[in-house]
Structure formats: structure tokens, C-alpha cells
């Protein structure tokens, strides 16, 4: 607050009412222990290591789909290359049955039927096709390439000197030996539940509600120190 008087009244106080006098005052209070507020500060740490956990979740299914999606394209190469090796096929056969024919050595029925099996064979290289380029586009998504990029895939041929520097052929060893199968797989069991994301969700969860407990139990009655 402040206050003024007459410079005449200021002078004839001797100092004891000054002109122009001005009076304020200042508090602090600083809180040293809050069991509630300890307790929320608690629960929003647990509560952010549970959406780290489920994002890490989501990482881990995008990461499984994409290899899913890889292995579809794979696969589909793979009856592409087939179905083209067996299309060949048909047409050389089909062009010796054709000569023979002509030839006077066989009767037309080979033709006939060489000629049945091209279209199906041609029918059958479409469908093919289309599920690589199907396959093709859904790695594309996953990948966040434009749909409009053409990608391919190297075939597992291609990639046989990279597995044999990883050991794989001692990896298809381990797996066709039922005892080292089956100690492998309960390594393999073992590893997903103490990395699993869910699980330790699930272990701050817990944590999360514990508190909620104690916040709205015990803690409840207990004072506020400032």
C-alpha cells in the first residue's frame, strides 16, 4: 500500500509522517513433502513407460507384418520363376509335337492337347504375375515407398553366399535335431517373454494401480509438509 500527505503536514512531523510513504509485504511457502503430489508424479512415470512399452509393441507388429509381406513377394517370385520355367517347357513341346505332326510321326491328339495345356499354362503365369505385383505393392506400403516406385527382390540364390557367412547351414542343422530343436525353442520362448513389450506394460500397469491404491488409501490421511 501506499500514502501521501501535504508536504506541510510532512514538514511540521519532524520526519515521523514522511510525503510520500509506501508499505508492502512478501510471503514464500515451498512445499517440502506432498504424499499426493509424490504419489501422481509417480504414476505419470509409470504411465509413460507404458506408452513407451506399447509403442515399442506397435514397432515389433509392423516389423513381423513387413517380414510376412517380404516373404508373400518371395514366395510369389518364386511361382513366377517356376511357372515361367514351365511355360517354356510347354512351348518347346509343343512346337516338337507340332513337327512330329507334320511330319507324319504322331496323330493330332499331342497337338491338341500340348495346345490345351499352353493357353492353361499362359492363364496360370497372369495370375502369377499379378500376385507378385500385388505382393510387390503391400512391401511398398510397409516400406513407405510411393506406390508408384517398381521395386524387386534378389532371389534367395542370389543371397546364398550372405547365409553361409551367418552359419546358416549350421542353423538348419540345429533345427532338424529334435533334442537342439527343442532346447532352442525354449531359448527362443524364454528371450520373448523377459523382451516382451506387453509384459513389462502390463508389470507399470500394475505399478500404476498399486499407487492409485495407496493415494486413495493410507496416503489419503497423511499431511501435507510446507
Known sequence: SSEHVSDEFA???FGQNPEFQSIGSLSLRQTI????????IRIEKNL?????FRLSSRELDLVLEASFAYLDALLAKSEVNIQAGNLQLTKTNYKVAKRNFEAGLTGKSDVLRLSSRLAQDKQQMITVINRLE?????LNQFVNNPLSRKIDIEDLGAARGFFHELGYDHF???LDNDDSRERFIQ???EVAKENSPELKSLAF????IDSQMELFGVKRMLPTIG
Do not use: G, M, R
Open 48 to 52: 509413460l513407460k507404458i506408452e513407451e
Open 172 to 174: 538348419n542343422h540345429l
Open 33 to 40: 513433502y506432498s504424499p499426493q503430489a509424490s504419489t501422481n
Open 187 to 189: 531359448f527362443l520362448v
Open 11 to 13: 514538514e511540521i512531523s
Open 134 to 138: 500385388q505382393a510387390l505393392i503391400q
Open 205 to 208: 500397469a500394475d505399478k500404476v
